[in-house]
T-cell receptor
Framework: DTAVSQTPKYLVTQMGNDKSIKCEQN?????MYWYKQDSKKFLKIMFS???????INETVPNRFSPKSPDKAHLNLHINSLELGDSAVYFC???????????????FGDGTRLSIL | TQLLEQSPQFLSIQEGENLTVYCNSS?????LQWYRQEPGEGPVLLVT?????EVKKLKRLTFQFGDARKDSSLHITAAQPGDTGLYLC???????????FGTGTRLKVLA
């Protein structure tokens, strides 16, 4: 069974479109995250939710809107896509309310977003 | 802005060689994690270190957390092609609750 699954794996779309990425975890974790990995492989946190509550909201354009319908799901909606949004987006989950120091983050396999 | 610098950025070595990857910062961390990421996949946790000076071994991999908890190293003995991948350190700055990731080290081990 896949622990953290993201869909779609690949997303190719035109500039200006709106798209969503879905994430589900079956680990029973309380906290979920969205990360962005750029072309240089730098991984940067975007958002974090704990039991449907937003707890981390980094400096991200408000075109990005996360939604957590329940603690096992965290979706990411992106409006008016721009060229600079091209990246790999990773969903992750961990146990505990905050990022507890010894708790691992379990990552999905990423969604490769390409803007034409 | 807190930054975790990894060195080297790229490393290509022959099977059987030893190597060390460094992760340095001016910030103090409550804990530090090392991940390995393979192409087309997400990062996978290798180890978490929480005590200054701590050394952890995972088969041929040895991880060390600096005494001041500002830096860490990963040493691989007798590297194998299966060790090829992107190695990422991630630190939890004291007083915060979000990990920051290092700049990454891309390792290629040639057979």
């Amino acid at each position: 069974d896949t622990a953290v699954s993201q869909t779609p794996k690949y997303l190719v779309t035109q500039m200006g479109n709106d798209k969503s990425i879905k994430c589900e975890q079956n680990l029973g974790h309380d906290t979920m995250y969205w990360y962005k990995q750029d072309s240089k492989k730098f991984l940067k946190i975007m958002f974090s939710y704990n039991n449907k509550e937003l707890i981390i909201n980094e400096t991200v354009p408000n075109r990005f809107s996360p939604k957590s319908p329940d603690k096992a799901h965290l979706n990411l909606h992106i409006n008016s896509l721009e060229l600079g949004d091209s990246a790999v987006y990773f969903c992750a989950s961990s146990q505990g309310r905050r990022t507890v120091s010894n708790q691992p983050q379990h990552f999905g396999d990423g969604t490769r977003l390409s803007i034409l | 802005t807190q930054l975790l610098e990894q060195s080297p950025q790229f490393l290509s070595i022959q099977e059987g060689e030893n190597l060390t990857v460094y992760c340095n910062s001016s910030s103090v961390f409550s804990s530090l994690q090392w991940y390995r990421q393979e192409p087309g996949e997400g990062p996978v946790l290798l180890v978490t270190v929480v005590t200054g000076g701590e050394v952890k071994k995972l088969k041929r991999l040895t991880f060390q957390f600096g005494d001041a908890r500002k830096d860490s190293s990963l040493h691989i003995t007798a590297a194998q092609p299966g060790d090829t991948g992107l190695y990422l350190c991630a630190g939890l700055p004291t007083g915060t609750y979000k990990y920051i990731f290092g700049t990454g080290t891309r390792l290629k081990v040639l057979a």
